[in-house]
């Protein structure tokens, strides 16, 4: 933990305040010969205006001041909220016990009697610097973590509204890094808490060690650390943190006979036009990890790159309770079959013409899920040469946000209301199992609500009078669902077509229009459509 050196004189600011000039002179010449940087004032005013401009440590004032004395100076003095404690002497004549009660309850430190003596005055600014090194050093204790050194959450919170407010008078940019070390519990779990601890302390001192001395980098809570970066765009920030993530993954920290080694996930976000404060700023930083950890961790994530939809909210009766309790794996569609990150990307566009699909999850040697690839990813390259042979991992997107089979639907839901991802695979033991996407969601949830007895015709989704009649939609998708059927046939008839991804990807094109099928079939007796 940091600790405080002694602060020589000549670091130490003084402000006198008193209306007689003789009086000015003479103590500022004492003051100065002793080391102390002196500001003059001559009366309470001037005091009040120079306090605010340059706060100094100690305030030497008279009693006795024309339209402001020194027992009002010292009222509005304890009532401001300063960068650092005033230590006040009060110059007086006074002498009596009911004068000396007065000048404490104002919030005076110590009395000096006039007239005024050398000897006295410097030894009772030497009692007040010990006074001023105790309360920074107390100071130091409330507003910095104990483990780490760095400065608290509420540190970070205080310091950033004022450099969210200069960024907003002046128009700098600003941006926030919320900063998490993946997978932490592992560690404490496996090594011990001395270990965690000891984990914690370096990603501390890189974070610190590559940081300018304008950034602010604070311990959040438990494993996580914030970085307020000022006069930094996002982009640049997502560079810093991405330097960062790099040293910290390849930094061994010794255990033993062991070394130890951690990643971070990383979200970055900048100060907006209608970002409202500081605490906004972090939560939108706060939002961008979120992402970078459900898409594998050890990564970097803008806020910007994920977009800014807000977060919907349930009341507590709609039919959104139907979501509750549900698992991802009863919601999902599954997959027909994943990609291979080696396979040419050739194969890829036979994949999304053949089942329909506008994406699919891509996995390793091991089925282990490893990316992402979509129809615009492969559009991208259709114009490059021999662009068929180029392998899925030269293009697939790796920031692939995944959940496990057991996670509640209501969390997916919230989660694609709030950012800019259409879907979301689901695995199982690492390896892919289906996709939830905004579309599946809510086919489920519409075709849930028909299904519900609950409801009644005035909670059920009105039909839009825009749409072809019900009986006419009924026979469309039963058509459609010949079709399909008929296509499912041709495949399994066809020898060299993979069974298992024909029958997987077929079923669920089937399955899909038979809940829609039941879906419109609640509507089929509405003879006002007819």
Same mark, same amino acid.
């Given at each position: 933990?940091?600790?405080?050196?002694?602060?020589?004189?000549?670091?130490?600011?003084?402000?006198?305040?008193?209306?007689?000039?003789?009086?000015?002179?003479?103590?500022?010449?004492?003051?100065?010969?002793?080391?102390?940087?002196?500001?003059?004032?001559?009366?309470?005013?001037?005091?009040?205006?120079?306090?605010?401009?340059?706060?100094?440590?100690?305030?030497?004032?008279?009693?006795?001041?024309?339209?402001?004395?020194?027992?009002?100076?010292?009222?509005?003095?304890?009532?401001?909220?300063?960068?650092?404690?005033?230590?006040?002497?009060?110059?007086?004549?006074?002498?009596?016990?009911?004068?000396?009660?007065?000048?404490?309850?104002?919030?005076?430190?110590?009395?000096?009697?006039?007239?005024?003596?050398?000897?006295?005055?410097?030894?009772?600014?030497?009692?007040?610097?010990?006074?001023? *090194?105790?309360?920074?050093?107390?100071?130091?204790?409330?507003?910095?973590?104990?483990?780490?050194?760095?400065?608290?959450? $509420?540190?970070?919170?205080?310091?950033?509204?004022?450099?969210?407010?200069?960024?907003?008078?002046?128009?700098?940019?600003?941006?926030?890094?919320?900063?998490?070390?993946?997978?932490?519990?592992?560690?404490?779990?496996?090594?011990?808490?001395?270990?965690?601890?000891?984990?914690?302390?370096?990603?501390?001192?890189?974070?610190?060690?590559?940081?300018?001395?304008?950034?602010?980098?604070?311990?959040?809570?438990?494993? *996580?650390?914030?970085?307020?970066?000022?006069?930094?765009?996002?982009?640049?920030?997502?560079?810093?943190?991405?330097?960062?993530?790099?040293?910290?993954?390849?930094?061994?920290?010794?255990?033993?006979?062991?070394?130890?080694?951690?990643?971070?996930?990383?979200?970055?976000?900048?100060?907006?036009?209608?970002?409202?404060?500081?605490?906004?700023?972090?939560?939108?930083?706060?939002?961008?990890?979120?992402?970078?950890?459900?898409?594998? $961790?050890?990564?970097?994530?803008?806020?910007?790159?994920?977009?800014?939809?807000?977060?919907?909210?349930?009341?507590?009766?709609?039919?959104?309770?139907?979501?509750?309790?549900?698992?991802?794996?009863?919601?999902?569609?599954?997959?027909?079959?994943?990609?291979?990150?080696?396979?040419?990307?050739?194969?890829?566009? $036979?994949?999304?013409?053949?089942?329909?699909?506008?994406?699919?999850?891509?996995?390793?040697?091991?089925?282990?899920?490893?990316?992402?690839?979509?129809?615009?990813?492969?559009?991208?390259?259709?114009?490059?040469?021999?662009?068929?042979?180029?392998?899925?991992?030269?293009?697939?997107?790796?920031?692939?946000?995944?959940?496990?089979?057991?996670?509640?639907?209501?969390?997916?839901?919230?989660?694609?209301?709030?950012?800019?991802?259409?879907?979301?695979?689901?695995?199982?033991?690492?390896?892919?199992?289906?996709?939830?996407?905004?579309?599946?969601?809510?086919?489920?949830?519409?075709?849930?609500?028909?299904?519900?007895?609950?409801?009644?015709?005035?909670?059920?989704?009105?039909?839009?009078?825009?749409?072809?009649?019900?009986?006419?939609?009924?026979?469309?998708?039963?058509?459609?669902?010949?079709?399909?059927?008929?296509?499912?046939?041709?495949?399994?008839?066809?020898?060299?077509?993979?069974?298992?991804?024909?029958?997987?990807?077929?079923?669920?094109?089937?399955?899909?229009?038979?809940?829609?099928?039941?879906?419109?079939?609640?509507?089929? *007796?509405?003879?006002?459509?007819?």
């Amino acid at each position: 933990m940091s600790t405080i050196p002694a602060m020589p004189e000549s670091e130490v600011k003084v402000l006198l305040a008193d209306d007689d000039p003789a009086m000015l002179r003479l103590l500022a010449k004492w003051l100065e010969s002793a080391g102390y940087r002196v500001r003059c004032v001559r009366d309470g005013f001037e005091a009040m205006e120079a306090i605010d401009e340059d706060c100094p440590q100690f305030l030497v004032t008279d009693w006795e001041m024309p339209e402001m004395d020194g027992l009002e100076l010292c009222r509005w003095l304890r009532g401001r909220d300063l960068p650092c404690y005033v230590y006040t002497i009060i110059l007086t004549v006074r002498s009596g016990s009911h004068d000396m009660v007065r000048g404490l309850e104002s919030g005076a430190d110590d009395f000096l009697k006039k007239p005024v003596d050398r000897g006295e005055l410097l030894a009772r600014m030497r009692a007040g610097m010990r006074v001023l *090194e105790l309360e920074s050093r107390l100071s130091l204790l409330a507003r910095s973590d104990p483990l780490t050194g760095l400065p608290t959450q $509420r540190t970070l919170f205080d310091q950033g509204n004022t450099e969210w407010q200069r960024a907003k008078r002046y128009h700098f940019p600003v941006s926030c890094a919320m900063i998490d070390i993946d997978f932490f519990k592992r560690v404490n779990d496996t090594y011990g808490h001395a270990v965690g601890d000891e984990v914690i302390r370096r990603v501390a001192k890189t974070l610190t060690d590559n940081c300018r001395t304008s950034d602010l980098i604070s311990r959040y809570g438990g494993e *996580e650390f914030c970085a307020l970066l000022p006069e930094t765009s996002e982009k640049n920030a997502a560079l810093w943190a991405e330097r960062v993530r790099e040293v910290i993954a390849a930094t061994e920290i010794p255990v033993d006979r062991n070394n130890v080694r951690v990643t971070v996930s990383i979200g970055v976000s900048q100060l907006l036009d209608d970002t409202e404060s500081v605490e906004a700023l972090v939560d939108m930083a706060d939002q961008a990890l979120m992402v970078a950890k459900q898409s594998g $961790r050890d990564r970097v994530v803008a806020y910007q790159s994920i977009g800014q939809f807000a977060q919907l909210r349930l009341a507590a009766k709609t039919p959104g309770l139907l979501f509750s309790g549900l698992p991802a794996r009863s919601v999902m569609t599954h997959t027909v079959a994943s990609l291979r990150q080696d396979d040419p990307v050739g194969r890829a566009a $036979r994949y999304f013409l053949r089942y329909r699909f506008n994406a699919a999850p891509v996995v390793d040697d091991e089925g282990k899920l490893v990316g992402i690839l979509a129809e615009k990813d492969v559009m991208a390259i259709m114009l490059w040469p021999h662009w068929w042979a180029t392998r899925i991992s030269d293009i697939m997107k790796r920031n692939v946000v995944a959940y496990d089979e057991e996670t509640p639907v209501l969390s997916i839901y919230e989660f694609l209301c709030r950012v800019a991802i259409r879907s979301v695979v689901i695995v199982k033991d690492g390896r892919p199992t289906g996709m939830i996407s905004r579309g599946s969601l809510l086919r489920w949830f519409v075709n849930s609500l028909s299904y519900d007895p609950s409801s009644t015709d005035e909670e059920a989704p009105a039909c839009d009078i825009s749409l072809p009649p019900p009986r006419q939609r009924l026979a469309t998708t039963a058509r459609s669902l010949a079709d399909a059927a008929a296509h499912l046939e041709m495949d399994l008839c066809n020898e060299e077509v993979d069974v298992v991804p024909c029958v997987v990807g077929g079923a669920s094109r089937l399955q899909e229009l038979t809940n829609d099928l039941l879906a419109y079939s609640r509507y089929a *007796e509405n003879t006002a459509e007819d």
